[in-house]
Structures are given as structure tokens and as C-alpha cells.
């Protein structure tokens, strides 16, 4: 034989000469919590990586390597190792085959 449920021992129950039957209403405490409080709590995290990263960016040159502001003599237009060539012409300024911006034209 299946379990009652509740719904059948309360109709069982009432079905008794002298018990009456009334509404039953459960209540239990609820937390709520605030969603300005989240909000507040990853905006603030947020703000917290954000300035980490510029002070990273500010104190190390840069995130990555090879930043666009970082010019060597090879973009000057000027022979700075006296060997009679420029800039993209003279092989030190191609250390793979490419002119690179970034090389520096060597000293003798």
C-alpha cells in the first residue's frame, strides 16, 4: 500500500466527529540580500584591477613588449653609425631581411 500524503491524513483526520479543520500558514525567516551591495562589491573589485593595471602600465614601459612608442635610430632618417647609409638601407636596420623601426643603427 502507497504512503498517504498529507492532503489524505488531513481529510481522514477531519472525516472525525469533533475535529475541525483550518488554514495553516508557514512562515520562515528570508535574507534578502541587497543587490546594491553585490553591485557596489564588483564595481569596486573592478576599480581595484583597473588600477592595478595603469600602475603596472604606468611603472613597467608598458604591457606588452614592443610598445608603439618605442622608436629606435632606424626611424630618424639620419646616418647615425657614419657607414653612409640611412635608415632602411643600411643592414642594421634589418636584422631579418626587414626594416625594423625599432632596430637601432649600430656605432663603430
Not at 477531519?14 to 508557514?26: D, F, L, M, N, T
Not at 614592443?66 to 657614419?82: L, S, T
Not at 643600411?90 to 626587414?98: L, M
Amino acid at each position: 500500500m502507497a504512503d498517504a500524503s498529507l492532503s489524505d491524513i488531513v481529510e481522514e483526520v477531519a472525516a472525525q466527529a469533533g475535529v475541525r479543520k483550518g488554514p495553516v500558514e508557514s512562515i520562515h525567516p528570508h535574507e534578502e540580500r541587497s543587490s546594491a551591495t553585490t553591485w557596489a562589491i564588483a564595481i569596486g573589485v573592478v576599480l581595484i584591477l583597473g588600477i592595478g593595471l595603469f600602475y603596472i602600465a604606468d611603472n613597467s614601459g608598458g604591457l606588452l613588449p614592443g610598445d608603439d612608442g618605442v622608436v629606435g635610430n632606424c626611424a630618424d632618417n639620419i646616418d647615425n653609425d657614419n657607414a653612409g647609409l640611412k635608415d632602411a638601407q643600411d643592414p642594421g636596420c634589418r636584422p631579418n631581411g626587414q626594416d625594423d623601426e625599432e632596430s637601432f643603427e649600430h656605432t663603430q
